[in-house]
Each structure stands twice: as C-alpha cells, then as structure tokens.
C-alpha cells in the first residue's frame, strides 16, 4: 500500500463534489460517487444509478472516461454520503471490472482511519481473468 498524494486529495474532493450535487437519497439512491483519474491528469467522475439492476458509480465513472478515448488509468476513488466525506472500498461486482479495464491503476482506501491506495491486483487475489 502507498500514502495517497496531493493530488489523489484533489481526486477525492472532485468525487466529493460529484456527490454534493447529486445527493438524492430517497428517489434515485444517488448516494455515491466516483472520480477516477487517467494518467493524462483527465479525471472523470459518475454516480450511482439505482434500478432492480442499477450500476455502482465506478461503471457510470470509467464508462464516461472510455466513452471519451480513455484507456490509462491511475487512480480512483469511491466517496458516500450527502457529505461525500466516506472512503468506500469497490464491490465485489466491481473490483472485477477495475481488474478487466484498469489492472496497473490503484485505489484510495480507508483502512484503519488513514487514507491508502493499493493496487487493483491486490483487491482481487485469485481472480478469474478472461485472458487466461
Ligand atoms: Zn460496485
């Protein structure tokens, strides 16, 4: 795991921002945010849709940024809440996707109450892989 930097701070609080004027916890469940930054420096954000088969935040995020011709990525990050102050680790769902589109990029976590990044290989030990 590595420290988070200055500008995974920014990317946090654009994330942050995103939520901030997206919060809608009773009609759409828009409680949370992504900010995902390229290795250009371009950071794209996206929040949750809600439906009987919605997608997390992280898809609407990296499926913006691939829309627009992205492919590197570095860093993302998941924020909850009308504050947009909650680090939230990817789902399950996910973390798959993270390892399929942006296996080298990394992830700001909270564990134990600091702020880290860990690489997406090692949010999935043991992953099933369609290349393989
Ligand atoms: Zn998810």
Same mark, same amino acid.
């Given at each position: 795991?590595?420290?988070?930097? @200055?500008? +995974? !701070? %920014?990317? $946090?609080?654009?994330?942050?921002?995103?939520?901030? =004027?997206?919060?809608?916890?009773?009609?759409? /469940?828009?409680?949370?945010?992504?900010?995902?930054?390229?290795?250009?420096?371009?950071?794209?954000?996206?929040?949750?849709?809600?439906?009987?088969?919605?997608?997390?935040?992280?898809?609407?995020?990296?499926?913006?940024?691939?829309?627009?011709? @992205?492919? +590197? !990525? %570095?860093? $993302?990050?998941?924020?909850?809440?009308?504050?947009? =102050?909650?680090?939230?680790?990817?789902?399950? /769902?996910?973390?798959?996707?993270?390892?399929?589109?942006m296996p080298d990029c990394e992830v700001i976590?909270?564990?134990?109450?600091?702020?880290?990044?860990?690489?997406?290989?090692?949010?999935?030990?043991?992953?099933?892989?369609?290349?393989?």
């Amino acid at each position: 795991m590595q420290d988070v930097t @200055e500008k +995974d !701070f %920014e990317l $946090i609080e654009r994330a942050s921002e995103t939520i901030k =004027k997206n919060y809608d916890s009773i009609k759409y /469940n828009h409680t949370v945010a992504v900010a995902v930054r390229c290795k250009n420096g371009k950071i794209y954000t996206g929040v949750n849709v809600h439906s009987l088969h919605g997608a997390c935040a992280e898809v609407i995020a990296i499926g913006s940024a691939i829309t627009h011709g @992205e492919r +590197d !990525f %570095e860093c $993302i990050v998941a924020v909850r809440g009308e504050s947009g =102050k909650e680090i939230l680790p990817p789902c399950g /769902n996910c973390r798959q996707i993270l390892l399929d589109y942006m296996p080298d990029c990394e992830v700001i976590i909270n564990t134990k109450n600091q702020l880290k990044k860990i690489g997406v290989r090692e949010l999935v030990p043991f992953a099933y892989s369609v290349a393989d």
